[in-house]
Every structure is written in structure tokens, then in C-alpha cells.
């Protein structure tokens, strides 16, 4: 199982890993699909996280998500974990789990590795918390 700070984009549903539940945007309509965005994060880090569909009514904050087959890639230019059509979530706790919000991984500029041009490598902290969800004070 994956901590959040060892994750890094790429195309591949290939993401198993736990966290605990933060906050929740509100829901939007893209297309025929509901989708909404989440804050999540385990002890290590925390990053943006995109429910679908039917997921954004099941998962409330201080859920602890065991995520399986995920992924970590841009969705419309912002960089989400997400399930993804292979992936799945299973709430598999609540309230008990310690966290840190940052590093948010979705705030990093991520380019691609000169050694290897199918992996990703951090250039620079875009911010050092969410700065669609404010730090929890």
C-alpha cells in the first residue's frame, strides 16, 4: 500500500493506497456526470481527489477510503487521485486516522523525468496547502 507522499502522475490504475476524508466541494454537472472534489490525505500528505457519479452522495468527510487500482493524472488541467474506470473505493473506517495537509501533492508542478520520459518529477511547489480547500485551523 502506497503513502500519499510516494505518489506521482502517471497513466496507470496502478494506486493502492488509504486515506481519511477532509472536506468536500460541491457537487457540478459535467456532461450527464456528477462529479465533485475532495480534499484528502493519509500521514504523510494530502492531495485533491475526484468522486464521480454516485460516489460524491456516499463518501462524507472523516470517511478513511481504502483506494484500489487508482490513479493520479490531470482531469481538465488540475491534478486529482482518482478511481478512474478500473479503480475502486471502499470506506473502510471513520474519524481515526492522523493526517498532515501538506505537501498537497495537486499543488506541485510536476514535469516530466529527463531520464525517463514516462515518469513525472516535482519542479516546484505551486502552494504549500490546498488552495481550493483553506487548511483546517
Known amino acids: 500500500m502506497l ?35 475532495a480534499l484528502v490525505a493519509d500521514e504523510t500528505a494530502a492531495v485533491h481527489y475526484q468522486f464521480w457519479g454516485d460516489e460524491c ?35 473502510v473506517g471513520e474519524f481515526t486516522m492522523a493526517f498532515v495537509e501538506t505537501p498537497n501533492l495537486s499543488e506541485i508542478h510536476w514535469i516530466p523525468d529527463p531520464n525517463n520520459s514516462k515518469k513525472y518529477v516535482q519542479e516546484y511547489v505551486i502552494s504549500p496547502h490546498s488552495r481550493i480547500f483553506p487548511p483546517i485551523a
Open 3 to 37: 503513502l500519499l507522499k510516494d505518489i506521482v502522475p502517471a497513466a496507470q490504475n496502478n494506486i493502492d493506497t488509504r486515506f481519511i476524508l477532509l472536506d468536500k466541494g460541491r457537487t457540478t454537472l459535467e456532461g450527464q456526470n456528477k462529479t465533485c472534489l
Open 57 to 91: 452522495d456516499v463518501f462524507e468527510p472523516g470517511d478513511i477510503i481504502h483506494l484500489t487500482n487508482g490513479i493520479f493524472s490531470y482531469h481538465r488541467s488540475n491534478l486529482v487521485l482518482r478511481a478512474g474506470k478500473r479503480g475502486r473505493e471502499e470506506k
